[in-house]
């Protein structure tokens, strides 16, 4: 069976741009959360997205946005992208909104702002 | 806000030895947690968790211990394994209040050796 899946592996951007990053969940799994990893920090929950609808938010500005298509991938942007953004995106699926231990991470977007 | 805490940043351990992670948390509203692994490149892995209504649980090699009074928990891998070296995530969960969403400390690199 195919793990959760993100596009691209690697990305660079400079300063202002915009990127959008890719998730595909398990087959099956409708919740789709987005954390971002900074490096030599854990994850930080940016969003969590079930039945198409946003379910929770973290803290982060305006400038980050994500979806939910109804095949249940999920895209996250990131507008006037800053330094700061640089980082691992990692994306995890579960069956339900509250099923944690069986949340399952990809293996991440590597986005480097220049 | 840094919710949990993971204040070694590595242990070295030899085979055949037992590990202890250690993590510390200040939400008093947690009520799940869970340790996940993360090899380089890959996404974390789900490794084992525990319910606040448990004060211990274990998974053949593995075993978590949670300290309610102390908002202290700790994994114990034994024997711990050459295989074993990864960086290891404590997480925490309120289901109560924020469905989904997983706070994470900032890991611990663990180094078993032969």
């Known amino acids: 069976d195919a793990g959760v899946t993100q596009s691209p592996t690697h990305l660079i951007k400079t300063r202002g741009q915009h990127v959008t990053l890719r998730c595909s969940p398990i087959?099956?799994?409708?919740?789709v959360s987005w954390y971002q990893q900074v490096l030599g920090q854990g994850p930080q929950f940016i969003f969590q997205?079930?039945?198409?609808?946003?379910?929770g938010r973290g803290n982060f500005p305006d400038r980050f946005s994500a979806r939910q298509f109804p095949n249940y991938s999920s895209e996250l942007n990131v507008n006037a992208l800053l330094l700061g953004d640089s980082a691992l995106y990692l994306c995890?699926?579960?069956?339900?909104?509250?099923?944690?231990?069986?949340?399952?991470f990809g293996p991440g977007t590597r986005l480097t702002v220049l | 806000d840094q919710q949990v805490k993971q204040n070694s940043p590595s242990l070295s351990v030899q085979e055949g030895r037992i590990s202890i992670l250690n993590c510390d948390y200040t939400n008093s509203m947690f009520d799940y947690f869970l340790w996940y692994k993360k090899y380089p490149a890959e996404g974390p892995t789900f490794l084992i968790s525990?319910?606040?209504?448990?004060d211990k649980n274990e998974d053949g090699r593995f075993t978590v211990f949670l300290n309610k009074s102390a908002k202290h928990l700790s994994l114990h891998i034994v024997p711990s394994q050459p295989g074993d070296s990864a960086v290891y995530f404590c997480a925490a969960s309120d289901r109560g209040s924020t469905l989904g969403r997983l706070y994470f400390g900032r890991g611990t690199q663990l180094t078993v050796w032969p």
């Open positions: 997205y079930y039945e198409k609808e946003e379910r």
């Open positions: 087959s099956g799994h409708k919740s």
């Open positions: 525990i319910s606040s209504i448990k």
């Open positions: 995890a699926s579960s069956p339900t909104m509250t099923t944690y231990n069986e949340q399952f």
